[in-house]
T-cell receptor
């Protein structure tokens, strides 16, 4: 497809389970971002990749959160031992540019519900 | 904490009227601002951006105004249509930082 693709679109996990969320950015896009969006809130930055390098992970809320982009294309956000407060929509975005760009192309998100 | 915020959580506008969505920011060093639109169940979509060396920028049916003196920006939508119903976020890129910081959003509701 032409846009950013995220899977799964919906995930229900029991507290304590591990989850993995996948992002397929637009082909050729160098920059990739992960954001977390709680209900009724704006997206909150989690982490940023430039190609395969994770340049900023300052937004990851705890060491239970881990992201990777090993070949500079597909990225996976992994959450270990999920907690109820992890329930949110996880948005992936990509950009053909590096740095100082306001135009990100977002996927439709993965909605995680932790019971 | 967040430096970008919005004055009103919900704005109701008659179809065909102009909409004005306001946003305040607190970081005087920020020099790049962006507006995003998010429809229900979708990811945010870029609308328009403006840098601090400008005070006005126009797009198709949209205008962004930046007032650096009072640290305020607004998004004006001309002749609002039903398809404009969405949550609108103002966002900023703090100086020398690569990540976009979003505000909380304003829901725009179009009245028939």
């Amino acid at each position: 497809g032409a846009g950013v693709s995220q899977s799964p679109r919906y995930k229900v996990a029991k507290r304590g389970q591990d989850v993995a969320l996948r992002c397929d950015p637009i082909s050729g896009h160098v920059s990739l971002f992960w954001y977390q969006q709680a209900l009724g809130q704006g997206p909150e930055f989690l982490t940023y990749f430039q190609n395969e390098a994770q340049l900023d992970k300052s937004g990851l809320p705890s060491d239970r959160f881990f992201a990777e982009r090993p070949e500079g294309s597909v990225s996976t956000l992994k959450i270990q031992r999920t907690q109820q407060e992890d329930s949110a929509v996880y948005l992936c975005a990509s950009s053909p540019q590096t740095g100082d760009t306001g135009e990100l192309f977002f996927g439709e998100g993965s909605r995680l519900t932790v019971l | 904490g967040e430096s970008v915020g919005l004055h009103l959580p919900t704005l109701s506008v008659q179809e065909g009227d102009n909409s004005i969505i306001n946003c305040a920011y607190s970081n005087s060093a920020s020099d790049y601002f962006i507006w995003y639109k998010q429809e229900s169940g979708k990811g945010p979509q870029f609308i328009i951006d403006i840098r601090s060396n400008m005070d006005k920028r126009q797009g198709q049916r949209v205008t962004v105004l930046l007032n650096k003196t009072v640290k305020h920006l607004s998004l004006q939508i001309a002749a609002t249509q039903p398809g404009d119903s969405a949550v609108y976020f103002c966002a900023e890129i703090p100086n020398r930082d690569d990540k976009i910081i979003f505000g909380k959003g304003t829901r725009l509701h179009i009245l028939p």
